[in-house]
């Protein structure tokens, strides 16, 4: 078919991982040999990188990917360092992927992929910028003249050091044993036994003792605080600092349960990295997203970007830039690929990326001879063909697991963490070399082969195992090369084959010669292969640069003013709680037809039980005026099972007491009608009979009952009118304190009523209950008492809330917040606040967001929520316009 690439354009497992390492040449040479499709989530990154560039030194950068296993979060990662390297050579960059919950470990291998000459240059700028910044601040004007600076010379060293031990006090607590470390790590008889602590090495007691840093690093406050000061060293040197943690997940979560002490070494990288003027980026699941705090989730805002599936448009261009690569630009579209033959990728991967590629390369090689379209009926047998091949840590443990059921004792040789080989030892050297290797694809593949059988022993057997695929071509010259290579699918056929290799292996000789030698024609043939694998890298990194611009087409587009996105915003608001509403709706009206349905039933059975006793007993009379005793006694007993048959189904009934069963439920109206009408009980199975009791309760003399039905009530409609109920009672807001804490840690966020409204009687100060709570409670508490703002003092926080109260006039009404709030943002926009802190407060306040106070519809304050949550949003709009308008000049 004409339409047919060359070769099969998909990866067959389509995975990206990174090395943990500061280097900059990986970045680049990443960025050379993998092409990345700007997707929602590489476009975030590359945004988030782009803006925290632009705004260094000024500004600190803040960002979290999260989302299913295969949605690209690694890769956008990959790409956005490769990015920030491309515009900003000098930018410092650090990858961590967590593998446990062990912060130290983390820490230590962290920080040791800087190298200790970048550390000492590190410090020494860092040292240089503080004479710098004291030789401005002395600065004396003479009569007459231009201001003269000092010059950096002219600041003595004490107060340097004085500064530099103020500087790290407020970034790490145990400063002064930093500060030894810093300050030995550029003399050179200490600087080694200096990076070795900072990087959490053992250091001998008398270098300790030297340099004046005591016992090794190993507890993990004290690794944040060196994380923290390490960012404060890069930046405070004139360079960008660039953090990424990956797969928080494991950090965050032991065995499925959230470990809160990490939660909160999290919180604190949270807030000090980006105050120090560097970039964090956080990637995890969508496991590790749910057990974040709320106030951490929060904190992330609008720097949140969720890895969502692909949509049919998105997995078009996709699927059509890999093909126009390896076409060379003469296909049409993604053809072969038919549009039922995208659908049925779309249903059989979910959306996900990742399994979409791998689909596709199997739905490629299953239409083989590629002569027919790949449609519906293609990708339907490639998928159910598919099998899902081991990663490298799994195929470790099946080769192992081999070696040791037959006895064989082998030496793993690992590589950064991970096993890479095994060996059979002999006398001098291995006898045998299981090599183990990742699925290689594009231009690296030929140069891969070459240097997997360059590196091997000469005189050892080896054999190679590789996961997933390895392009026909070149597994002709290892096979060639090596004594066996294996491709690890996860098929049966592999385990056979696997079993095979280690029985042959089990019964050979100590020596079973030389593997064969790559000749200089195979060679060739590999250079050949690898100068074609370049020239499709390039053309695909040139259909997904076509992509990008695609996508960001609408961005291009001139932005319309604020009255316009406004009205967008308002629009967007009420069709979502119109969603919302209807959604809450239907949930009650299923539950009460449940109810009702299982009344119908219990009535039918009962029924049936009472007719069926009845006809026992009359036939039971007869046959016993017949002489039938025994026929009798049986008709007897079955009677009396029919009665308590019907006994158990009168008291169900009478356990359900379903209110008005007949009744037709079309609106909120005819709910309250029927409400007012029905015997109120808060354990009923019917939701009527619950929603009668929130109506008629009495809210000061049945509080506690009426505030446990409320934590107990599954319903969102129900809870609601309980909520409302609740806050009619005459009790103050801090008295209400503990139910509401309460509600918010079992995810019952209608206890939000009794704070969110007017104070019955004034007070003479905040009272503690009210100070101490979570600012974003002392939100709503503000909002409902616009006339006692003292009422929502408290301690101040890093938490977005923080700049909404501010806004509403709590720390005075001439702040510029408050000023702005009451009198309208001006078209200059001249409050200088973070953009990060401006998304994370229009987050917390959204109505659009999962966990925002204005999706709570049914609170009283919530139109104030809207004015406040859209003031937020034109200030990012204005800040947004401003740095648009400067970058274009």
């Known amino acids: 078919m004409a339409d047919y690439p060359r070769r099969n354009p998909f990866p067959a497992r389509g995975t990206s991982s990174a090395e943990e390492t500061s280097l900059p040449g990986f970045l680049s040479d990443w960025s050379r040999h993998t092409p990345t499709a700007i997707l929602p989530g590489v476009r975030g990154t590359e945004r988030t990188a782009r803006a925290y560039l632009d705004g260094f030194p000024r500004d600190g950068a803040l960002s979290c990917m999260y989302g299913a296993h295969g949605t690209g979060k690694t890769h956008a990662a990959r790409h956005m360092m490769a990015f920030v390297h491309g515009e900003n050579p000098e930018a410092i960059q650090v990858y961590l992927r967590f593998q446990e919950d062990d912060f130290v470990a983390a820490y230590r291998r962290l920080v040791s992929q800087l190298p200790q000459t970048l550390l000492a240059d590190l410090s020494l700028s860092y ?60 003399r050179p008889g200490y600087s080694e036994a200096a990076y070795d602590w900072l990087c959490g090495k053992p250091i001998s007691a008398e270098a300790a003792a030297a340099i004046g840093v005591g016992g090794r690093i190993d507890d993990p406050v004290t690794c944040r605080y060196g994380l923290q000061l390490l960012t404060t060293l890069v930046t405070r040197g004139g360079r960008p600092f660039v953090v990424v943690l990956d797969q928080c997940e494991k950090f965050l979560l032991e065995d499925g349960e959230p470990v809160p002490a990490n939660a909160g070494l999290l919180q604190g990288l949270v807030e000090v990295i980006p105050r120090a003027r560097g970039l964090l980026l956080l990637v995890t699941s969508e496991s590790g997203w749910d057990a974040m705090p709320q106030d951490l989730r929060q904190r992330l805002g609008a720097g949140a970007c969720h890895l969502l599936p692909l949509t049919p448009e998105e997995a078009r261009q996709v699927l059509a830039a ?13 053809r072969p690929f038919t549009e039922k033959g995208l659908l049925a990728l779309l249903r059989h991967s979910g959306g996900n990326i990742r399994l979409l590629l791998q689909f596709a390369w199997s739905s490629f090689e299953e239409a083989a001879p590629r002569s027919v379209p790949i449609d519906a009926g293609v990708v339907a047998r490639a ?106 699918d996860g098929s049966a056929a592999f385990a056979r084959d696997l079993h095979g290799l280690v029985e042959r292996i089990a019964s050979m000789p100590a020596r079973d010669g ?17 100068a074609d694998r370049l020239g499709e890298a390039a053309a695909l990194r040139h259909e997904l640069a076509k992509l990008a611009e695609r996508l960001e087409d609408d961005q291009r587009r001139p932005r319309p003013g604020w009255p316009a996105r406004r009205a967008d915003l308002v629009e967007r608001v009420s069709q979502v709680r119109a969603e919302r509403a209807a959604a809450d709706w239907e949930e009650f009206r299923r539950s009460r037809t449940d109810v009702v349905n299982q009344r119908e039933t219990l009535l039918g059975w009962l029924a049936v039980a009472v007719g069926a006793a009845a006809v026992l007993t009359v036939i039971a009379l007869a046959t016993a005026s017949l002489h039938s005793i025994p026929l009798s006694a049986a008709l007897v007993a079955g009677a009396l099972g029919a009665a308590g048959g019907a006994v158990l189904a009168q008291r169900r009934l009478a356990a359900i007491g379903v209110g008005h069963p007949k009744a037709v439920l079309r609106s909120q109206r005819d709910l309250d009608r029927l409400a007012r009408e029905t015997v109120p009980d808060a354990r009923s199975a019917d939701p009527l009979r619950r929603y009668a009791y929130a109506l008629k309760e009495d809210p000061d003399e049945a509080y506690p009952r009426l505030a446990e039905a409320l934590l107990r009530e599954p319903l969102p409609l129900v809870r609601q009118a309980m909520g409302h109920r609740l806050a009619a009672s005459t009790r103050l807001a801090a008295d209400c304190v503990p139910e509401v804490l309460r509600g918010r840690r079992e995810g019952v966020p209608e206890v939000l009523l009794l704070l969110a409204r007017r104070q019955r009687r004034a007070e003479s100060g905040p009272p503690r209950a009210l100070r101490d709570l979570p600012p974003e409670l002392r939100v709503l508490v503000a909002l409902a008492n616009p006339d006692a703002l003292e009422l929502a003092d408290g301690a101040l926080t890093q938490q977005p809330a923080d700049l909404a109260l501010e806004a509403l006039g709590v720390r005075g009404s001439q702040h510029l917040l408050a000023l702005a709030f ?64 400067s970058h274009k000049s």
Not at 514 to 530: I, K, Q, V
């Open 127 to 186: 040292l240089g910028t503080i004479e710098d910044d004291l030789a401005a601040r002395a600065a004396v004007p003479a009569a007459g003249e231009p201001m003269e600076l000092l010059g950096a010379d002219q600041v003595e060293t004490g107060e340097v050091l004085e500064e530099q031990a103020k500087e790290i006090a407020a970034v790490a607590g145990d400063a002064p044993r930093f500060q030894r470390a810093l300050s030995y790590l550029i």
């Open 322 to 334: 890999y093909i126009g690569a390896a076409s060379q630009g003469s296909s049409d579209g993604i």
């Open 383 to 488: 998928a159910s063909s598919h099998s899902r091949c081991p990663g490298l840590t799994r195929l470790a443990m099946l080769v192992e697991n081999e070696l040791h059921t037959r006895g064989l004792s082998a030496e793993r040789v690992e590589e950064n963490g991970r096993i890479m080989s095994f060996q059979l030892p002999d006398q001098r050297e291995p006898r045998v070399v299981i090599k183990l290797s990742e699925a290689v694809f594009f231009d690296d593949e030929a140069l891969n082969a070459t240097e997997l059988v360059g590196s091997t022993a000469r005189s050892a057997f080896t054999a190679l195992l590789v996961t997933g695929y390895v392009s026909p071509p070149v597994l002709d010259e290892l096979r060639g090369a090596l004594h066996a290579v294996l491709v690890a």
């Open 514 to 530: 030389r593997p064969g030698e790559l000749d200089p024609t195979a060679r060739a043939r590999l250079e050949e292969l690898y």
């Open 822 to 885: 009451r009198g309208g943002v001006p078209q200059t926009a001249p409050i200088e606040i973070p953009p990060t802190a401006l998304r994370a407060t229009a987050h917390l306040l959204s109505p659009l967001e999962r966990d925002g106070l204005g999706t709570y519809d049914w609170l009283p304050v919530i139109t104030k929520i809207d004015d406040l949550y859209l003031f937020f949003e034109e200030l990012l709009y204005y800040q947004e316009e401003i740095r648009s308008s």
